[in-house]
């Protein structure tokens, strides 16, 4: 019985039958998980030394039938115990643990199997290639293949647990930004006002912030997302703050735009057009719909105004484990949203007045979607005073 879990056991056990049956239909015998949040997901280990150490191992090997075996290494131990309810954990070295997780995968059974692991899109393993294929040649009667799917399809549909958990972490972003705007004023430079903004975030609850822009200043064809640098912002520009925090292991992506000093007339009316758009393709976040239709509904108000886009290639994307994850709200995005999806949905434009940019957090379900992001982006754009 572990002391601090993230989730209770039957969180788990509802993922590794999810999981099960996604391998049931592609026909894998088990999988072998190395990336990060892949190995949290399934595990719950919130390691601080995973995300800073490469060289050590951190894998969940999780058979179709049968418990699954955590690897890590003997210091984790102790923390593996006390937050996870995986009772099957093994210790490596720092390098050389190839014929730990051979014999492992020998003794699941998987030595003739079909495994599945992370090669495709938005995956990326958690050891070194070389590695992975001493493994795979290690084990020639064994086929490894892409269980990319699996792990994006598993993420992407949030349980009610999760979702209160990114509800709090899009809250705690949304709150601090507003909080900063409040608080900064005209000739501070980026930093300075980074700064402000991770002391409101850490007070408010964020656990380890995942990102942070701070956009000013910057001319159409320029750019729109950028790093804090020490410019300093000055009457008349529009300031974006874009950023997320962690919170119990789940992140948020929020996006709020700002006027130093009272806005020109046609920033103001372009700022409440913005969010007329952004409206009508949030109402489109339901269950059943698909990408495609938000952006087409999208693209179809826009070009009433002669405009396009940004070119990111989406107006949206999901959020969980991440800031930024599966799926994209993009037209090559060929899936039904479902109930338990967490997107954003931002298209937004550079404009001779500034990069501009409101981006909120949406629970999809049967009816109109949920705001997650509260406050979400206020209609009226926000004034940074001018010292």
Request: aromatic share 8%.
């Amino acid at each position: 019985m572990p002391d601090y879990p993230d989730f209770p056991k039957e969180e788990y056990e509802q993922r590794y039958a999810r999981a099960r049956a996604l391998m049931e239909e592609r026909g894998l015998d088990g999988l072998l998980i190395t990336e990060e949040l892949n190995y949290i997901y399934f595990t719950g280990h919130r390691s601080q030394q995973n995300p800073i150490d490469k060289i050590r191992p951190y894998i969940f090997i999780f058979p179709k039938d049968g418990e699954g075996v955590l690897i890590t290494m003997p210091f984790e131990v102790g923390q593996v115990r006390e937050t996870t309810w995986v009772t099957d954990v093994r210790t490596g070295g720092l390098t050389g643990y190839t014929d730990l997780v051979v014999s492992i995968l020998e003794e699941k059974g998987l030595s003739r199997g079909k495994i599945g692991a992370e090669l495709g899109r938005e995956q990326y393993l958690g050891i070194n290639y070389n590695t992975f294929e001493d493994i795979r040649m290690s084990l020639q009667s064994a086929t490894f293949v892409d269980a990319a799917l699996i792990f994006l399809i598993l993420r992407a549909t949030k349980s009610p647990a999760e979702v209160e958990y990114m509800r709090k972490a899009a809250q705690i972003t949304a709150t601090s930004i507003g909080q900063t705007y409040e608080t900064i004023h005209s000739g501070m430079t980026g930093i300075e006002i980074s700064r402000v903004l991770r002391k409101f975030l850490a007070e408010n609850g964020g656990e380890k912030v995942t990102f942070m822009c701070v956009t000013a200043g910057l001319a159409p064809g320029t750019g729109m997302v950028s790093v804090a640098t020490e410019r300093r912002i000055r009457l008349g520009d529009v300031l974006v703050l874009d950023t997320g925090v962690e919170y119990r292991g789940y992140a948020s992506d929020v996006a709020r735009s700002a006027s130093v000093g009272e806005p020109k007339p046609e920033l103001a009316e372009f700022y409440k057009w913005m969010g007329q758009v952004r409206q009508r393709c949030v109402n489109l976040l339901r269950a059943g719909a698909r990408p495609k239709d938000v952006v087409l509904a999208c693209r179809e108000v826009i070009a009433e105004r002669g405009l396009e886009t940004t070119g990111v290639g989406r107006i949206g994307h999901g959020v969980g484990l991440e800031s930024t994850e599966y799926p994209s709200l993009a037209m090559e995005e060929d899936i039904v949203l479902q109930e338990g999806h967490i997107l954003t949905c931002n298209p937004n434009f550079v404009r001779e007045f500034g990069f501009i940019n409101g981006e909120d957090e949406w629970l999809v379900t049967t009816g109109a979607p949920e705001p997650l992001s509260t406050p979400i982006t206020p209609t009226e754009l926000p004034i940074v005073r001018v010292k």
